[in-house]
């Protein structure tokens, strides 16, 4: 059983169905993310788990207590930490009022919270930084304030809404690292909700991919990675090349399939059997990564000649945009790999690599 | 491809070179063109009644002998003292009433809402005097209320409602009381709802969060707020004159420079009584604004900010919130309701509500007088026609260019906007008599109105001007169009509809202006505003009066749906009238 479980969540504004009968189970401990396009009912999903929405139906457990089906719990009585995309630090209060205002309330005694406060504003670093204004400080500090409030209460969950949305891409690197240390050496079951894969993929022990509402996948992130569910996995993680064809032959045992291409026959992994058959048309994807390029062709399966329309040079990687009976692949490769724009090259795309997903 | 050489080769001559031409100097005229109208007829006269104000009588000299005066005389220490006590008097009254008010219609999901908000907001254009004239006769010694009292057999004597302090009270927190609510209002929406949520994360329950955060928040747009009503005693001479009080500054002021001009001791007495009026209005309204920009909490919040929050009320707090604004909404609509009843009434004395209709006062004031009609047109129309030339070049000095003294021009612009129209009035009366003779032609009239309220229709539109994105102007100007060609091509048409808010307000704003026209009028120049001052005061012509006024809400009230239709709802319209500085 997890530690939040998300029971056929429903929400919806006016006729716009945000939240679309979610089930979810978090575990105890766990960092997930919510990830996915912007409306895809994320941050809704996060805002019911915290209280601020109510869902027109399903339930939200929280250690094994409903949040709304028997009696709605508001967000002050759910021991609940959040960090809200813009901050949301109160800028009336210095700094070391924001942290201890959850803890004023809790009726903690005043060394106490004198304690606390010192205890987390050095945990997350801003150490000696209690009595300035908001106002007075960065973007990331601010972040690191609405951080250190969320945490102060050791709240059993902590809920971040894009928190690092709003910084540069330097801090917002730094601030990713510095998160999931904290969250896990505390050991907070956190939900993070964010639109940046890379940040998912950095931060989370799970990723549940969201879209239109409804829970696409969820998965470690590798996983997400090299086994995308769907299409619209495989596309919005990542870079990927799709190739569209009719498939000619399924092997339902091993779960390969032969599909005839613009450019000839591909053979592929098929993911998702049960939702591909012979004759239909069907599309396959494979990573730039996984494309290699031949000098000579010797033969093998899935191996196709095409020509260089583009070469793309981002200094650790190179990306060659190759033409192939009409469609346009993006191949990565080193550096160092000697080929111009115009060149015939020959791609090799590994069969196991190449896979049939679900549309 | 461009190469560095190149860059560094045009930049090298140490000219500017991305400016076109011609750029600076036209904008130096045009700044030139505006300090101009600034210095004669704002600037010179202020400097003339503070002059004024240190001319010793005996001698002609300068000196402080005027305002030690003054602060010795133990009937003028009273005076400012009663003024001082009003404005706090308001000031809890507003705060209190206004509190309530702007909460519900600012969070409440309610029906009506934007008739209740338009109801709430009528006094900001309705002139204090119509509400002043339609309470006397509700409210009165002898008014309806006293009369249906009596008639009930409830009391036997009628009781004294508006006659005093209380009254005063009353009738200006009436006329006050859009402003507060208007500030709070933008106070309680402008608050980043998610810094209430995170409150109520970490466990604060509603009372507490609304103490703990939400009000702390709104302070500066409450102060905001609360300046202008506080300095409204300050500056409204005729609404303690109509309810028989003169012991406050203006009403003093008015009364000895009006009909003691000989006395000379009363005259100085007047004049230091507008100085230190103004001096107050402005010097506490600059350290407000200071203070609050200081305090500014909505520069801090980042990312999309929604609409305020709004919440679903339980049953008796909708039961409550339509109790509380009915209540409000029926003090305002007594305005209009009573003063209805007396244009189309005669002799209506010693009834609670009048017996004999008719149409004779309106007969008089369109056929016998159409004269008071005829020049408040005019002279609204010219003064308009001066405000939008010189407004319109000043908003976009202000918000498109780096003009030396364009600081300096938004400074005196808002100055304006809370000194005493009795101080303009005075000063225009002394400055432009004998040195620079303009007062005794009747441009006078138009040109004080322009002075008076051009500065509403800059803010508004100086503050479309700041929403307009300038990329819009600079691609113009990139295809090849100069600055005027874009400004008409571009910038007008875009601006139009803020604009046409503006002219709408400037002119309902200037219709009903009383403060310093009645300095400045003289047989034949009388308006709308001063016949229904005249007949109800002087000649006790109540029916007249109440025709005019009656006449003027219409106008006001036809005027302001046409521009909240334009400018996109009430509000908006209320927020550019009510002294919003974004």
Redo the contacts between chains.
């Keep these: 059983m997890g530690f939040i479980e998300i029971h056929d969540l429903f929400k919806k504004y006016g006729k716009v169905v945000a939240v679309d009968h979610v089930w979810l189970e978090i575990e105890r401990g766990e960092i997930l993310t919510l990830l996915g396009p912007s409306g895809c009912g994320k941050t809704t999903t996060l805002r019911c788990i ?1 209280g ?1 929405e109510r869902p027109d139906g399903g339930d939200v457990v929280i250690d094994g207590v409903p949040m709304f089906s028997q009696g709605f719990v ?5 021991g ?3 960090v ?9 209060m210095r700094v070391f009022d924001n942290v201890a ?2 803890l004023k ?2 009726r903690i005694p005043k060394g106490e919270i004198r304690r606390r406060v010192e205890e987390t504003l050095e945990l997350v670093g801003l150490k000696g930084l209690e009595h300035r204004y ?2 007075q400080l960065s ?1 990331g500090q ?1 972040q690191r304030v ?1 951080l250190a ?2 945490l102060a ?1 050791s709240p059993k969950v902590l ?1 971040l809404d894009e928190p690092l ?2 910084l540069d891409a330097k801090l917002r690197e730094k601030m990713r690292f510095e998160i999931k240390e904290l969250v896990k050496r505390m050991g907070i079951t956190t939900v993070y909700v964010t639109h940046d894969q890379a940040e998912a993929m950095v931060i989370s022990d799970r990723v549940a991919i969201m879209n239109l509402g409804k829970i696409v996948q969820v998965a470690p992130p590798n996983e997400i990675y090299h086994r995308p569910a769907t299409k619209f996995v495989a596309d919005f993680i990542g870079v990927t090349n799709f190739i569209v064809g009719t498939l000619v032959e399924l092997d339902r045992t091993r779960n390969i399939a032969r599909m005839e291409t613009n450019f000839g026959t591909l053979i592929c992994r098929v993911v998702a059997p049960e939702a591909v058959s012979v004759g239909n048309k069907a599309t396959a994807f494979i990573r730039p990564e996984d494309i290699v390029i031949l000098n000579a062709h010797g033969g093998e399966e899935n191996v196709f000649k095409g020509t260089i329309t583009h070469r793309v040079y981002l200094g650790n990687i190179l990306y060659f945009f190759v033409e192939l009976g009409g469609a346009s692949l993006r191949v990565q490769s080193l550096p160092v790999a000697p080929y111009a724009e115009g060149d015939s090259v020959f791609l090799y795309l590994a069969p196991q690599k190449c896979m049939i997903v679900q549309e | 491809m461009l190469k560095l050489e190149h860059v560094v080769k045009r930049g090298g001559a140490g000219r500017v070179f991305y400016l076109p031409s011609g750029f600076f100097r036209s904008e130096i005229l045009l700044s030139l063109f505006l300090w101009a109208v600034v210095g004669l007829f704002i600037l010179y006269p202020l400097f003339f009644l503070l002059l004024e104000s240190f001319k010793i009588a005996e001698t002609g000299r300068l000196g402080f002998q005027n305002y030690v005066d003054f602060f010795k005389d133990k009937y003028y220490l009273k005076t400012f003292a009663n003024t001082l006590l009003l404005g706090l008097l308001v000031l809890a009254t507003t705060t209190l009433l206004g509190l309530p008010l702007a909460y519900i219609l600012a969070r409440y999901r309610i029906r009506g809402k934007t008739v209740f908000i338009a109801l709430t907001l009528l006094p900001i254009v309705l002139p204090a005097y119509a509400g002043a004239f339609a309470f006397i006769v509700f409210f009165g010694k002898w008014g309806t209320v006293n009369l249906l009292l009596m008639e009930w057999g409830i009391i036997n004597a009628p009781l004294n409602f508006i006659y005093g302090l209380h009254g005063l009270v009353f009738i200006q927190s009436l006329h006050l009381l859009p402003f507060m609510v208007l500030s709070l209002l933008a106070g309680f929406t402008n608050i980043d709802p998610s810094l209430e949520e995170a409150a109520e994360v970490e466990g604060a329950s509603s009372l507490r969060r609304f103490f703990t955060i939400t009000l702390p928040l709104c302070t500066p747009s409450y102060l905001a707020g609360a300046v202008l009503v506080f300095l409204w005693p300050f500056t409204d001479w005729l609404t303690p004159l109509l309810l028989g009080q003169i012991d406050f500054l203006p009403s003093i002021a008015y009364i000895n420079i009006a009909y003691h001009f000989t006395d000379v001791y009363r005259k100085y007495m007047g004049i230091v009584s507008v100085v230190v009026s103004g001096i107050i209005c402005v010097g506490l309204f600059l350290t407000l604004r200071r203070w609050v920009e200081r305090k500014k909490y909505t520069s801090l919040s980042k990312g999309t900010v929604l609409e305020g929050r709004t919440i679903n009320p339980h049953l008796l707090g909708r039961i409550f919130a339509y109790v509380y604004l009915g209540f409000v909404a029926a003090l305002v609509l007594i305005i209009p309701v009573v003063l209805g009843l007396s244009a189309f009434s005669r002799r209506w004395v010693f009834e609670p509500f009048p017996t004999y209709w008719t149409l004779e006062n309106f007969r008089v004031i369109f056929w016998e007088t159409p004269q008071l009609l005829k020049n408040s047109f005019r002279f609204s129309s010219i003064a308009l026609l001066f405000g939008v030339v010189f407004g319109l070049a000043a908003a976009y000095l202000l918000a498109r260019t780096r003009a030396l003294g364009r600081n300096a021009l938004d400074f005196v612009s808002t100055l304006l906007l809370v000194l005493p129209g009795i101080a303009i009035g005075v000063s225009y009366l002394m400055a432009f008599w004998k040195t620079i003779p303009i007062a005794t032609h009747w441009i006078i009239m138009p040109l004080a109105l322009f002075v008076r309220r051009t500065p509403y229709f800059l803010r508004m539109a100086h503050a479309s001007y700041l929403q307009l994105d300038p990329s819009l102007e600079e691609a113009s100007e990139v295809s090849g169009a100069g600055k005027l060609r874009t400004f008409f091509a571009i910038s007008l048409p875009l601006l139009l509809k803020g604009i046409f808010v503006g002219v709408i307000m400037f002119f309902i704003m200037a219709f009903q202006e009383i403060s310093t026209a009645v300095f400045l009028y003289r047989g034949g120049w009388e308006t709308l505003p001063i016949g229904i001052y005249l007949n109800w005061h002087r000649g006790m012509e109540f029916g007249i009066a109440a025709a005019m006024a009656f006449f003027m809400v219409v106008l006001v009230f036809v005027l302001l749906l046409i521009a909240a239709r334009i400018g996109g709802g009430i509000l908006n319209v209320a927020w550019g009238a009510g002294g919003r500085r974004e």
């Design positions: 915290a601020l508001p967000p002050s009585k759910r609940i930490g959040m809200f995309q813009n901050y949301a630090v109160w800028p009336h205002y959850g309330i809790a908001p106002t973007g601010q609405a409030r969320a209460r809920l949305s709003n």
